[in-house]
């Protein structure tokens, strides 16, 4: 997901998980439109109601639920199914026509019939705003949309791009009423007509109001009345306070490690409250500038990779909350390996640290600046590069700190090339091992460190992304990873998991939380006793 737009789906704390799934995690709560009304408190905004700008997880949170796109996720799931659609394939031998044709009787919210031609109004609009916080980003390889007839969309590619179709079951595939939205400008009313399983009733700055659409027709049944989604606005203290005090019935994003073990022990064995955890496909890593005179040079970046503790980050400043992280491509996303874990070990090893400096020449100790910011990444963050800085100094090769930059300071310093080493997060647009690679390490990448390989670029990504089996891209996507172990333009440092905390009588909170990072409202439900 957009670096810019970021608020960290913090792990779970370890331990708290096993146990936890009683009551919130069956279903025998109401079901159906008749049931209860969900209230849903998070710490995340939403800083688009518009489909051609949004491009942050609150944003995609709301498209997710009240619009359709072509394909969705269904929960558990990482590969696409029809959802507007009824059916979609590429139609020639390679991967550059794709074809969808439309389910019969879709209609918007408010009642306007869903054609075609709002499917290619959706995406040429998108396209031609090119909103810089938006998603058109994620189509450079869309030539063009075409109408044969009112169930028929045609979309010919640029590019052989086998991603394409998770790429439109994404956030970025909704789809808009051409009735309703201006082709050449965004939407500014905070209003917003989709086809999805539910519709906005209203948005205002601290909450935004959601009733099931009568005009829905699609591949989910809602088991609630509606959801009610109150914003924190990055107030993690009245986040926990809001579920504590049941003035919401689920807690999801932004609550920090510390709190969600504080709610689990004040727990008085009733069930009142129970934290859910969910997988998660979040990433982090530290970000090497290849042209800096210091973290430029590979036997520093060598040493830091062995010197690395991983276990004792996630120990000491997660209290126990991350997995881990040592590939490119995070556990449960297909291609994913072990390539850093296989090179550099889990244990730091200061004589090979010593080593990899000797081989540089590197001889005195190596004065490094580690650069943070808290205000996207999570207030952790400082934390945590503060403690790598340390643990490069216990070694004795490194004269290390750490400095904590407001975030549109940092971004602004990166595409100028002032930091050596920094941080950045990912979340992903969809489950697919290209959305972890291409905007990393292909041309353009959204690093900034003036990283480039030409087997990566000239043959590994293009060659995935042309591979409709998916399957089939295990190798090279190994392959990959291998080459980035060995080069070190990045260093993965833990996974996430997502969690929710939620009230005693909440169900259906594990089919919300997958590595898809869709939250299906119309899985939640809510006992009226």
Known sequence: MNLRNQWPVLPIVAGLASGLLTGCGSENGDSGAGGSNVVVGMSDDVLATDPASGYDPGSWLLFNNVFQSLLSFPK??????????EECSFNDTGTKVYTCTLKDGLKFSNGDALTAKDVKFSFDRMLKIDDPDGPAIMFPTLDKVETPDDKTVVFHLNTPDATFPSKIASGAGSIVNHREYDANGLRKDGEAVGSGPYKLDSFSEDEAVFSVNEHYKGTVETKNSGVTLKFFHGDQDALKKAVQDAEVDVAYRGLTAQAIADLEKADDGTGTIEVIEGSSAEVQHLVFNMDDPVAGKLGVRKAIAHLLDREALIRDVYQGTAAPLYSIIPAGIAGHNTAFFDTYGARPSKAKAAAALAEEGITGKVKLTLWSTPSRYGPATDQELAAIAKQLNASGLFDAEMKSVEFDQYEKDIAAGKYGVYVKGWVPDYPDPDNFTGPFFGKGNVLNNNYDNDTITGSLIPGTAAQSD????????????????????????????????????????????????????????????
């Open 76 to 85: 558990g799931a990482t590969e696409p199914q029809p959802e507007a659609a």
């Open 470 to 529: 998916r399957s089939a891209t295990d190798q090279d996507f190994g392959r990959l990873q291998d080459i980035v172990a060995e080069e070190l333009p990045v260093l993965p440092v833990w996974q996430a998991k997502q969690y929710a905390v939620v009230r005693d009588g909440v169900y259906g909170l594990e089919y919300c939380l997958d590595a898809s990072t869709v939250f299906r409202f119309w899985e939640l439900s809510k006992s009226s006793n």
